[in-house]
């Protein structure tokens, strides 16, 4: 089950990338949107257990589209992911 690898991460193994399959956004969008958001909410959960862990947020696009329209949409993207953590209680000043 992937949620236990939160914790291998978390507890064991810092400084590991870690991908969250589950996000996806629509081509050119930057709203999470309807989707199904449990992989966001047990990483927020994970967050909340271990207030001294602090993570890093990327985000990526495909190659369709002007470079810098894709680099301001992936950064977007990660924003959004940051502010649903923060919405889920997480501190901002841990998420860059």
């Given at each position: 089950?992937?949620h ?52 890093l ?26 502010a ?13």
């Open positions: 089950m992937k236990h690898a939160y914790k291998n991460l978390v507890n064991e193994r810092p400084g590991v990338a870690l991908e969250l399959t589950s996000i996806e956004f629509a081509t050119g969008a930057s709203s999470l949107g309807n989707q199904d958001n449990s992989e966001l909410n047990h990483l927020a959960e994970e967050l909340l257990e271990n207030e001294g862990v602090k993570i947020i990327s985000g990526h696009t495909d190659n369709i589209g002007a470079p810098d329209k894709n680099l301001k949409l992936s950064k977007e993207r990660a924003e959004a992911v940051m649903y953590l923060v919405k889920k209680g997480v501190d901002p000043n841990r998420i860059s």
